[in-house]
């Protein structure tokens, strides 16, 4: 149902003007004014949000609005991503099923934007038995966020840049990908295209590039000329909100600033680095729980047959087999006076993220 003809927006910046990026809201509004404050921006710079600003998270509507107010100065460029354009260019067709398949949804999570659409408008989703009957009610109450939802391009191209949500096929034009290959490529780093232009993409979460030790900052592949953002935010319990730094429209010289909430504490004693370690992560996260425990549970990983420690809060269910939220138990060579974010507090220690990496400290922190 994705496989659609691509909207393509041409953009002529101008010289002199810093060129922010970020991908991967996903409702968090929070996060995406905390990193805009961080990376002090202003009337003179170009944001382009590379895709899936919806969904996820628990502000949508709110997230939606306050892009639409941020696009009226002309300088904040918003493209779709995949959970963006699911929900609004199709939810009103008349596809086979789209509709069962779209209220199931909405019942399952219990948020995202046409949610929060029905809670405004006062209709109770969870006693419907079809959306049907409700679609006009939300076309007439909603008018202009649907416009503005499916008038937004698939992908934005400038001189030296090319910004799709997901990636793209390099072995034809840009204009000749359509929405799935715009929208839908995971693990696009690993196809090892090559580009005239930057390519610069979220969708797929950098950590999961990683293996045993994983790092949340933005990728930059000078060989194959593509960048990828999607720090997790909203995803993972330590995800950040990456802000890509172009200097200049022709510049090269990229720079980055991350934002998260975690509080920063300073660490008072060396720490040597683990010698094994392991990340179980979304996609390939079945574990047995091996000795459950109040706040740690013991846990063998299904594929790996890696036995870590986990937290038991991060554990999806009850059961003895059961999936979980990423989890590492990599102990982060640190010395004292390095700086942390702080995610969680145990009584064995910190699980912290240093330099965007995600570990454990076992020491003291002021």
């Known amino acids: 149902m994705f496989e659609k003809v691509s909207r393509i927006e041409r953009l002529e910046l101008e010289k002199g003007r810093r060129i922010l990026a970020v991908s991967d809201i996903h409702a968090n509004l929070p996060y995406f004014k905390g990193a805009l404050d961080k990376v002090g921006f202003r009337d003179d710079d170009e944001l382009i949000i590379d895709g899936d600003f919806l969904e996820k998270g628990q502000q949508s509507l709110e997230t939606l609005r306050f892009i639409m107010k941020l696009c009226e100065k002309g300088n904040v460029h918003p493209l779709l991503g995949n959970c963006d354009a699911h929900w609004t260019e199709d939810v009103f067709s008349d596809l086979p099923d789209f509709d069962g398949h779209v209220l199931r949804y909405m019942k399952h999570k219990r948020y995202g934007i046409l949610w929060e659409m029905c809670a405004a408008a006062g209709l109770d989703v969870m006693g419907m038995d079809s959306l049907t009957p409700h679609k006009e009610t939300l076309k007439r109450l909603f008018p202009d966020e649907l416009a503005f939802l499916n008038t937004l391009p698939h992908a934005i191209e400038t001189d030296k840049f090319i910004f799709a949500h997901a990636g793209m096929d390099g072995s034809k034009p840009l204009e000749d990908n359509n929405t799935s290959e715009l929208m ?40 194959h000329r593509t960048i990828c953002l999607d720090g997790g935010c909203v995803l993972k319990d330590d995800g950040q909100l990456n802000v890509l730094i172009i200097p ?80 590492t138990d990599y102990i982060l060579p640190l010395r004292a006076g390095d700086t942390v974010r702080v995610v969680e507090e145990t009584s064995r220690g910190c699980l912290v993220k240093h330099n965007g990496v995600s570990g454990w400290y076992f020491g003291e922190l002021e």
């Open 184 to 223: 839908h490529r995971d693990a696009f780093l690993r196809e090892g295209q090559s580009f005239a232009k930057w390519v610069i993409v979220g969708h797929w979460p950098v950590v999961l590039y990683g293996e045993n030790v994983v790092c949340a900052n933005p990728i930059i592949d000078r060989e």
């Open 248 to 327: 200049d429209r022709d510049s090269e010289d990229f720079s980055f600033s991350a934002y998260d909430p975690f509080p920063e504490k300073r660490v008072l004693s060396d720490q040597r680095e683990g010698e094994r370690s392991y990340y179980i992560r979304w996609g390939d996260s079945r574990v047995r729980v091996l000795e459950r425990g109040e706040e740690f549970s013991r846990c063998r990983h299904l594929r790996t047959g890696y036995e870590m420690d986990i937290l038991t809060k991060y554990l999806f269910s009850d059961a003895d087999e059961t999936d979980c939220n990423d989890s």
